[in-house]
């Protein structure tokens, strides 16, 4: 399996940080594109270095760089996820504005029909941004906002972060055990 991630500048950039560190567990080959704004995210509300956070994946893509492989179709993946996505990414992803390797990256993905995920980090919301939602929607898009389930019983802010990361690879039918899953009553 081979997926892109993407960490954008909106808060929780823990949710990008997690999600590659899973995969590196899983042995799952990743394509990183950290924005600018995403470093400054990491920095402000993390303990990692961007360097630790980059030596996670398997090969790290300059979000300036339009010719990096992942821009193309013919380079094959098995989706993308955009964790945290931020409304001014959701807003250029929805309307096809390719004016960034991360924002390009998402593009092919749709065009190529596979799957992309946004963890969109926004609140309150307003009409336009759910209709970018929508829009994502409509034409194969996922959304997965960061919403924690507390059936489970979570005990610490990794729990929480857990569950969505756990959401996420579900989307993806990779197995893991990062919470809990309902059984019924």
Known sequence: MKLIV?????????YGIRVMEVLRQL???????????????????????????????AEV??????????????FKTDGMIIAPCSIKSLSAIANSYNANLLTRAADVVLKENRKLILVVRETPLHLNHLRLMTKVLEVGGVI????PAFY?????????????????LDQFNIEHGLYTRWNGI
């Not at 489970?152 to 996420?168: A, H, M, R």
Request: charged share 25%; hydrophobic share 35%; proline share 4%.
């Open 27 to 57: 042995d799952i080959e990743t394509h990183l594109i950290i924005t600018e704004t995403g470093k400054k995210t990491i920095e402000l509300e993390t303990r990692y270095t961007i360097k630790a956070v980059e030596s996670l994946a």
């Open 61 to 74: 893509h300059d979000n300036d760089n339009l010719a990096a492989s992942v821009s193309s179709g013919s």
């Open 152 to 168: 489970n019983k979570p005990k610490t802010i990794d729990d929480l972060v857990n569950q969505t990361v756990g959401k996420i």
């Open 144 to 147: 997965i906002p960061p919403m």
């Open 6 to 14: 993407g960490i954008c500048g909106a808060t929780g950039a823990i």
